[in-house]
Nanobody, 126 residues
Framework: HVQLVESGGGSVRPGGSLSLHCAASGAMPSSLQCMGWFRQAPGQEREGVVVTDRGLSQNYADSVKGRYTISHDRATNTLNLTLYALKPEDTGMYYC????????????????????WGRGTQVTVS
């Protein structure tokens, strides 16, 4: 039974940085083949931020390209997201998601087709 727990959120000024972490348990690192980060601002729909296919490729949303970086630390089975040059519109609850297969991984940025989700960590930029 895979569980995901996010951490690292907080409040930051525009232009600042944050590092988010998603600790996975109940699964080997190699079994989490498609993973991603999503966010949801108050009153808005959830949107994809970035997905990674076995660490071989990444698909970022246009709004975060060049500012966010995803990485998977297999030693600790933690999915990390570093946020730079933050803007007020980056505010929202950030969720981690994972799947045990990589089929259509890139497309999951839009479909959000993941069986496992964390509970989220709040990011506020103001």
């Amino acid at each position: 039974h895979v569980q995901l727990v996010e951490s690292g959120g907080g409040s930051v000024r525009p232009g600042g940085s944050l590092s988010l972490h998603c600790a996975a348990s109940g699964a080997m690192p190699s079994s989490l083949q498609c993973m991603g980060w999503f966010r949801q601002a108050p009153g808005q729909e959830r949107e994809g931020v970035v997905v990674t296919d076995r660490g071989l490729s990444q698909n970022y949303a246009d709004s975060v390209k060049g500012r966010y970086t995803i990485s998977h630390d297999r030693a600790t089975n933690t999915l990390n997201l570093t946020l730079y040059a933050l803007k007020p519109e980056d505010t929202g609850m950030y969720y981690c998601a994972a799947a045990d297969n990589y089929w259509d991984c890139e497309a999951r940025l839009q479909t959000a087709n993941f069986p496992t989700w964390g509970r989220g960590t709040q990011v506020t930029v103001s």
